[in-house]
């Protein structure tokens, strides 16, 4: 993607629909009422007094125990300098939404229009009532410093600034490991530093606190090699001032076991990597350039073990694998602080994590078999899903060790499955979904690509790295509506079958072969490969494109046709059918068939769960399978509910091992309580229902659509089930992130069939 359409993207995200990247939103009932008298006048007056005779009553009726504010004046925001508290804001709602998504905290970002320290603190001193901790953020150095310091020393709630300790957590982390790897000792090993900034600082204070030498350490600003000689450096700076005879970034590589970068990019080259001791370990961590290249580094030498910041490349070195859990940890035991104990016990929690053996979701996720501990893989995952009940444990143990806990936790079981509770699989499993395509991306075919929001989509996959879009279609018009629309696609292959008259004809032979007992001729076979559909479905079918995604200007049987004509269903397949992901607070729900089977029979409605099941396998999550009706267990004799008995029943007998029963109401399904208390029997009466089955189209196609239109769910779909090569049909006006999500799924379905 150019630079410009680049930028555009962005704008375009942070402007449609809601501006910005969060909201508030209440978490109690208010549509009555007595809600109302309860949530403001006069019930409000209650709480308001049980606080005002005990302050910390704050933390049981409020939300201040799970609100922290992302705090910065804009002085040092990413790589773009002192932009202002105005142009900071997209940063620190970046910054919340993380604190949500990983985390399940609450944030308000504050932008505070206030260079002077005395100021800038005394500011957040009179607000921070409001919050439960405090993360400062792009504030630059040395000021950063000082700010930090008076406000963890004046205010009783946890305090980071994650400019600082967020890289040197996870660098150290790393370091620990390698250094293993390496069969090193902490304490004796040469550092090299480039860089001193705020980041670069807490790293070198946060490594001796692990062992590392402080005279075993050489710091580069950007006038050179801090030496105690030097008449510019400030009090941080001097800390690492070296009497060493050493001027030069190259003087300073030769011999050394670690290089740190928080500078600039390729500063460094293949030669000083060399120059460097056995077993070296570089940490090149400048973004989005890094020191050296992850390519060049390994070039230079065999036994090197290196980390970036990208995650284009093993080892990323990433805030998020800390903040949201290190603060999530505090919260919970209402510290007063985070101190070093904290942010050690975080360090030891992250390097520890990575030499446990991976969870098959996170293997899912970066396509691979087993990943292992070692020198591709220091430190853990940002998608692993482990993060949360290994780091925030660690921290609130340490909290409580060190005696800054106010609120001490009992139950480490209990806690545990609380940290599991407030995130479910929702956005992870989309995010899993797609650093899965993008291991592999697939060739995948529009059939509609003269519409915009087709090569909208088709240009958001192809830069990232998600699919390989092929588009069908007049070629002229094509290229008319990228131009129109600054779109850039770069060689995308555009196709019309119209023109493509060889090509044409060869599919139409091959159509007629198929269908030659059907009542096509061979004139008709070849006529109708004009149609994009057909043209598409033989591409996929032939080899020529891995899957095809079709179906959002054109009616649904319309298009699902010529793919059951051309490539078929699987092998024992009788009926294929179409699944939707609800994406929901709770995780997500498989909701079966909303797309495909009018009125199934109960041999149907078995041969439709038999796919959903395995579908959702496919995403590494075990099915729990309900299937719906008006009735439970029996307690109407009508029809159709005996028709979902019959499909259990036969479910019960081929497929023992399969989690299912029915019929069951879906509020049911979906409540534990209301399950467990008058079903006990039920297969899933523990966990409740995470598949659902509707007993006709009518009913799976309205729920589905009501969830969605009332905001209780994303829907990602229709997955169309049974197909021997992977087609999907797309809603009629699907939006453009509908359509990437489909091609996602698609992506994912190819490399699963052929086992990539």
Avoid at 224 to 247: M, P
Avoid at 421 to 443: E, F, M, W, Y
Avoid at 512 to 521: E, I
Avoid at 579 to 595: E, Q, R, S, W
């Amino acid at each position: 993607m150019s630079k410009k359409n680049l930028s555009q993207e962005a704008l375009d995200y942070h402007s449609q629909g809601r501006p910005g990247k969060i909201e508030v939103i209440p978490s109690k009932p208010y549509s009555s009422q007595r809600d109302l008298s309860l949530a403001y006048s006069p019930g409000v007056a209650d709480p308001c007094l049980a606080i005002a005779e005990n302050i910390d009553d704050v933390y049981k009726y409020t939300a201040k125990g799970n609100l922290v504010a992302v705090i910065s004046n804009g002085t040092a925001v990413l790589g773009l300098g002192n932009i202002g508290p105005e142009a900071s804001k997209p940063v620190m709602e970046g910054k919340g939404l993380l604190f949500k998504i990983f985390a399940d905290i609450d944030v308000f970002d504050i932008e505070v229009n206030e260079t002077d320290v005395d100021k800038f603190v005394e500011c957040v001193k009179a607000i921070s009532p409001t919050f439960g901790g405090i993360n400062l953020e792009d504030i630059k150095a040395p000021e950063c410093f000082e700010i930090e310091k008076r406000l963890k020393n004046e205010l009783k709630i946890p305090i980071m600034h994650d400019d600082q300790h967020g890289t040197a957590i996870i660098s150290a982390a790393a370091l620990i490991n390698a250094l293993e790897l390496a069969r090193k000792k902490i304490n004796e090993v040469k550092i090299v530093v480039s860089g001193a900034g705020a980041s670069a600082i807490s790293c070198a204070k946060l490594y001796i606190a692990l062992g590392a030498k402080q005279e075993n350490i050489v710091m580069l600003d950007s006038t050179g090699v801090i030496r105690a000689d030097r008449s510019d450096l400030d009090d941080n700076k001097k800390l690492f001032a070296t009497k060493r005879d050493i001027h030069t970034l190259d003087e300073a590589m030769k011999n050394a076991d670690v290089f740190l970068g928080l500078s600039k990019g390729n500063i460094v080259s293949k030669e000083m990597v060399k120059s460097m001791a056995k077993k070296a370990i570089v940490f090149a961590l400048a973004n989005p350039d890094p020191e050296i290249t992850y390519n060049d580094a390994r070039d230079s030498r065999e036994d090197i073990i290196i980390a970036t910041g990208r995650s284009d490349f093993p080892n990323q070195v990433n805030n998020v694998l800390g903040f949201p859990f290190i603060f999530r940890g505090a919260l919970d035991v209402r510290a007063t602080q985070i101190n070093e104990e904290m942010k050690l016990a975080a360090v030891r929690a992250i390097a520890e994590l990575a030499k446990e053996p991976v969870p098959e979701i996170v293997n899912l996720a970066y396509n691979a078999k087993n990943i292992t501990f070692g020198t591709d893989y220091i430190i853990p995952k940002p998608l692993d899903p482990r993060l949360i009940t290994t780091v925030a444990p660690a921290v609130a143990k340490a909290a409580m060790d060190s005696g800054v806990a106010q609120t001490p936790i009992k139950n480490w079981d209990k806690y545990s499955d609380e940290l599991r509770k407030r995130l479910g699989l929702d956005n992870k499993l989309i995010r899993v979904i797609t650093s899965k395509a993008k291991q592999h991306p697939q060739r995948i075919v529009f059939t509609e690509a003269d519409t915009y929001k087709i090569l909208k989509a088709a240009q958001i996959v192809r830069d990232e790295g998600i699919a390989k879009p092929i588009l069908l279609g007049n070629k002229e018009k094509i290229l008319r509506l990228i131009e129109e629309n600054n779109l850039d696609l770069g060689d995308t292959p555009i196709i019309d079958p119209r023109v493509e008259e060889e090509h044409r004809n060869y599919f139409g032979e091959l159509l007629f072969h198929k269908r030659k007992r059907r009542g096509l001729t061979l004139y008709e076979a070849k006529k109708i490969m004009n149609e994009r559909n057909y043209y598409g479905a033989m591409m996929v079918d032939v080899g020529e494109a891995d899957a095809m995604i079709s179906g959002l200007t054109r009616k649904y049987g319309d298009t699902i046709r010529p793919a059951l004509q051309i490539i078929g269903t699987q092998e024992s397949v009788n009926k294929v059918a179409g699944m939707y992901i609800m994406v929901t607070k709770k995780g997500p729900i498989f909701f079966a068939d909303t797309t495909v089977n009018v009125n199934p029979t109960a041999e149907d409605l078995a041969e439709i769960t038999v796919l959903t099941a395995w579908a959702v396998q496919q995403f590494n999550i075990k099915p729990r399978i309900a299937l719906l009706s008006f009735s439970n267990f029996g307690s109407s004799s009508d029809p159709s509910a005996q028709k979902v008995r019959d499909a259990v029943a036969i479910l019960h007998q081929k497929y023992p091992g399969m989690m299912v029963d029915g019929e069951l109401q879906a509020n049911f399904a979906l409540n534990l309580s209301l399950l467990s208390d008058n079903f006990p029997f039920c297969e899933f009466a523990n966990e409740g229902a995470n598949v659902l089955i509707f007993p006709n189209l009518e009913s799976g196609n309205i729920a589905y659509k009501l969830s969605q239109e009332m905001g209780a769910a994303e829907a990602i779909g229709p997955i169309l089930l049974g197909m021997k090569k992977p087609v999907h049909v797309l809603q009629l006006g699907s939006s453009v992130r509908e359509i990437v999500n489909m091609v996602t799924i698609a992506v994912v379905d190819a490399q699963s069939r052929k086992h990539v």
